[in-house]
């Protein structure tokens, strides 16, 4: 599966931005989707993640309750809807993809996710 990350931005802080994941190559609803975030100078972290029928979420502590993960499998897109946006979470967002049936993963480690799409830039402004 082949993965490209648009949307991203300037945005004032506690504003909202919507970062999208489009999908291709595969059987999208096979896959579960990862959304991390690199800062400058820092190593890639867990954002969140969604299941393959978009049924179940899970997110990392610090974007709790302002980061919201969807999908739509006839469209082939995941969203990352980011509201209250903060300084801190100025990075490079990047979507991953991983089977749903692999085992021995947490799913939230970059190493758990084989496929990647390239990084949308999103900084917020204090």
């Known amino acids: 599966v082949q993965l490209q990350a648009f949307g991203g931005g300037l945005v004032q802080a506690g504003g909202s931005l919507r970062l999208s994941c489009a999908a291709s190559g595969g059987i999208f609803s096979n896959y579960v989707i990862g959304w991390f975030r690199q800062a400058p100078g820092k190593e890639r972290v867990f954002v969140g993640r969604i299941t393959r029928s978009g049924g179940n979420t899970y997110y990392a502590d610090s974007v709790k309750g302002r980061f919201t993960i969807s999908r739509d499998n006839a469209k082939n897109m995941v969203y990352l809807q980011m509201n209250s946006l903060k300084a801190e979470d100025t990075a490079s967002y990047y979507c991953?993809?991983?089977?749903?049936?692999?085992?021995?993963?947490?799913?939230?480690?970059?190493?758990?996710?084989?496929?990647w799409g390239q990084g949308t830039l999103v900084t917020v402004s204090s």
């Open positions: 991953a993809a991983r089977y749903f049936s692999t085992t021995g993963v947490s799913g939230t480690m970059p190493s758990d996710y084989p496929y």
